[in-house]
């Protein structure tokens, strides 16, 4: 299984950036995928995760209104669409899956089985 996440980059406060997800290996529809971030300093959190198998979504309380994951089984790839960004959104931003664990419970215990390659999202002026 590969994860590739791609779409961060620098962007200034109140932009927007979507991140994609194709993940290689896997059908989304047996898989939660979801996006965990982690900061210098700070600990990993569970930014926003999906079960492909029925809808459910998780987001965490520092993200909702202002992103949205969303699923494209056709494409077989999962994007976060992150709007109205924040410094504090700044860090590394990373791909993830996992056939056992629904989307809520991987978003709050920010674990996962399969993990890819993160990507920078730095949100400054």
């Known amino acids: 299984v590969q994860l590739q996440a791609s779409g961060g980059g620098l962007v200034q406060p109140g932009g927007s950036v979507r991140l994609s997800c194709p993940p290689d290996?896997?059908?989304?529809?047996?898989?939660?995928i979801g996006w965990f971030r982690q900061a210098p300093g700070k600990e990993r959190e569970g930014v926003s995760c999906?079960?492909?198998?029925?809808?459910?979504?998780y987001y965490a309380d520092s993200v909702k209104g202002r992103f949205t994951i969303s699923s494209d089984n056709a494409k077989n790839t999962v994007y976060l669409q992150m709007n109205n960004l924040k410094p504090e959104d700044t860090a590394v931003y990373y791909c993830?899956?996992?056939?056992?664990?629904?989307?809520?419970?991987?978003?709050?215990?920010?674990?996962?089985?399969?993990w890819g390659h993160g990507t920078l999202v730095t949100v400054s002026s």
């Open positions: 993830v899956a996992d056939s056992m664990l629904p989307a809520r419970a991987m978003g709050v215990s920010a674990s996962a089985h399969y």
């Open positions: 290996g896997l059908t989304l529809d047996y898989y939660a």
């Open positions: 999906i079960s492909n198998s029925d809808g459910s979504t």
